[in-house]
């Protein structure tokens, strides 16, 4: 349960306006930043949820591909440009930011990720560093801003994250690939 604390402590200091407001105010830390620690946050929470809706747990998501399901459609509407803008101009859009990703990303990311098979996770892997690679190149190659609330440089080094995200990623891989697996069996 200290996890469950600390993903709490965590989520309350997102909340605060000042802090809320820094992490926004530049746009590769918005996405790369604030947002993954909100997903940190739910994701060090769910053991709190997990033993206090057991059954929820089990009858929803009992081999993990629903959650993952709505990890995914979660996440991927958050990578919408026009989606981190609205975040910054609506205010009902920035408490799902701060409701959806702590509550459909992070609790049952933790929850599905032990469930689902090596196959699925290798699948997710490849299709998130697809989707990295896409959306870096779209930030960096289209010659218009596609956010109003940033600037088309702060775009272009929110591209080059993704771009580098999605060659991390295929870092892991090759190591998961190429590593000695005897030992874990």
Partial sequence: ????????LLFLFLLIPPVAHLLESIM???????????VIAGFLMAPFFQKRFPR?????????IPG????????????IPRTMDDALTVQSVEAF???SLPFLVGVPLRDSWKKIGLTVKKII????????????ILYIKVPVQLCNNYLLIEQITLGWGFVTMAICIVIYLWYFVFMDHSKYE
């Fill in 28 to 38: 590769i830390i918005h996405m790369h930043m604030q947002m993954p620690l909100l």
């Fill in 125 to 136: 892997f490849i299709g998130f560093t697809i989707l990295f690679f896409g959306m870096g």
């Fill in 1 to 8: 349960m200290k996890q469950a604390r600390f993903g709490l």
């Fill in 97 to 99: 930011k701060f409701f």
């Fill in 68 to 79: 993952i399901l709505l990890v995914t459609i979660v996440w991927l509407y958050w990578m």
């Fill in 56 to 64: 929820l747990f089990e009858n929803w998501n009992h081999a993990g």
